[in-house]
């Protein structure tokens, strides 16, 4: 019985290398121990956790020369390319959240408008270098009928600022003047439309980005976007959630914001995140290399979270945009099999501080989108999205590794599926990480179904998806799951996403710059059980 608490490791390297990714066999390498504590689930994301933005960007968006957006704005992509429509439709559902920099300046072209409703035009003058936006109700129209094809599950991004008078290069003051928001709402239930969240501005909190409100009045702009939601959708069986503010976090205006609108108000407490600095700063990889400095943000997400838990505990956290690196990323960084190293620690990190929904900057656009702008071939990250939304479930685990300073380790209970899922990565350059299933005490973390039980289960086996770069280069557009290209197939549609099945007694390899999902159906936890009751009974 005293040899089921000790660690048992297992080394069957040569044969190991020949059927997953040895692809340096003079790598350095160390041995790395991780372990779960499971007893309870330590924060919980929403279903659709995965989310990716549409953005209002015009093709003369353009940023140190170059000019990445092309035609992904909402208001010109183009909503029947069927590439476009598989790329969504994949996730089953994706949300996507719509807004940006420019939604602040649209006028929705419906109702009693009291102003013209005249297009973007480039004007250096201008907050953001553009003036005018204009939604008319027939693009509307067909990017609804684009969202109801997909699947797609929809948050929109309201204009903030109409209405009020601006004091200073910095700040803007007086009410939000909320007739053409409420006659769009009103379009959009008329017509059937889902919205599933309704969010009031863009970056408008705190010191702002282009201008700001105070936190007092944008508590009380939400209070009368909340009486506009309750009035249009009244008698409505589903609601739409209120998030706000949808902009960089500051602690003292995000505490003041909360106190101020008051119990119920607002639903979704959302902030962006650009952590990496500007596009084209020369050492973004060498950021999202290195974590330490990936861990920084970790302070961000835990002060959020303790400042919705103390002052709206009624809201849940969103990240409601994030693209890493600010004005559209930077070319082959961005939108290259490098980024994932960011993305998918990203994602992690997030999702153990409570954060319900991620949303990446963006869906298409830029040089950080998750498809390409011109062609909606999938970039890596796209992938890499994919097999979080199908592996990492709701349940969220602590976890934790020793062994190695560039060891990222992740775990959630498997989505739809018995056992607990890993997101591992390797930011060493030259160094092979071996993570040896490990048998503890179950007070003390991982608990593995015993050699017995799963001889009799037949499940002796453990599925890896692993993660490089097309010849090893980090630039490189392609991403390589277990070795193979992933490559639309001939008729345009998302490959399978296939595992390889390893012995379970055999370690986890951790090729240097890779990454890699684990799901061990054998492992029972508590946490990943239903009302506090394992569904597969643990045998000790």
Not at 389 to 396: Q, W
Not at 422 to 447: D, M, Q
Request: one cysteine or more; aromatic letters at 10%; glycine letters at 8%.
């Amino acid at each position: 019985m005293a040899s089921r608490c000790m660690w048992i490791w297992v080394f069957i390297l040569v044969a190991f290398c020949n059927r997953v990714q040895c692809q340096r066999p003079f790598d350095k390498s160390v041995i790395a121990n991780v372990v779960i504590h499971g007893d309870s689930a330590i924060a919980e994301t929403d279903n659709d956790f995965i989310c990716a933005t549409l953005d209002w960007w015009p093709p003369e968006k353009c940023d140190y020369g170059t000019c990445s957006w092309g035609e992904a704005s909402m208001l010109n992509l183009d909503l029947e390319s069927p590439l476009l429509a598989n790329a969504v439709k994949a996730f089953d559902p994706l949300k996507l959240r719509l807004g940006g920099s420019l939604q602040d300046q649209v006028i929705y072209d419906v109702g009693d408008l009291k102003q013209p409703c005249h297009p973007f035009v480039k004007n250096n003058s201008s907050m953001f270098g553009f003036m005018g936006g204009c939604l008319h109700m027939s693009r509307w129209d067909a990017l609804n009928s684009f969202f109801k094809k997909t699947r797609a599950v929809v948050a929109f991004g309201l204009n903030a600022l109409i209405g009020r008078h601006n004091t200073s290069q910095s700040v803007t003051e007086g009410p939000w003047d909320s007739r053409n928001a409420h006659d769009f709402i009103q379009y959009t239930v008329d017509r059937g439309y889902k919205i599933s969240a309704w969010e009031l501005g863009n970056e408008l909190c705190g010191s702002g980005v282009g201008t700001s409100v105070n936190a007092t009045q944008y508590a009380a702009d939400v209070t009368v976007l909340n009486r506009v939601l309750k009035e249009i959708y009244k008698g409505h069986k589903e609601k739409p959630l209120l998030v706000a503010p949808g902009g960089y976090f500051d602690a003292d205006w995000f505490k003041e914001f909360l106190q101020a609108s008051g119990t119920n108000i607002v639903n979704v407490v959302t902030h962006h995140i650009y952590n990496l600095g500007p596009g084209v700063d020369p050492n973004l990889v060498e950021k999202i290399l290195d974590p330490s400095y990936l861990s920084r943000f970790e302070s961000t997400f835990k002060s959020l979270k303790t400042i919705v838990e103390n002052y709206g505990p009624w809201s849940s956290a969103w990240v409601g945009e994030a693209g890493g690196a600010y004005n559209s990323g930077h070319n082959l960084v961005s939108n290259a099999f490098v980024y994932s190293f960011w993305y998918l620690d990203q994602l992690g990190m997030a999702s153990k501080f409570n954060t319900k929904s991620y949303c990446r900057q963006s869906l298409i656009g830029g040089n950080y989108g998750l498809l390409n702008t011109t062609t909606y071939v999938p970039n890596p990250d796209y992938y890499s999205a994919l097999l979080w939304h199908k592996l990492m479930g709701r349940r969220v685990l602590s976890i934790s590794s020793k062994g190695s300073h560039y060891l990222r380790a992740y775990a959630h209970c498997t989505k739809k599926a018995r056992g607990v899922t890993l997101l591992l990565i390797n930011l060493s350059k030259s160094t092979r990480i071996f993570v040896p299933l490990s048998r503890t005490n179950k007070n003390i973390g991982l608990n593995l179904i015993g050699d017995d039980d799963l001889e009799k289960e037949g499940r002796r086996s453990r599925m890896e998806y692993h993660l490089t770069a097309k010849d090893l280069n980090l630039h490189s557009q392609t991403m390589l799951l277990n070795g193979k290209a992933l490559e639309l197939t001939s008729d345009g549609n998302i490959p399978s996403l296939e595992p390889v099945e390893i012995n379970a007694r055999e370690p986890i390899s951790l090729a240097p710059l890779s990454i890699a999902f684990v799901t061990l159906p054998f492992v029972q936890l508590p946490a990943c059980s239903s009302g506090g009751v394992d569904y597969w009974k643990l045998q000790h």
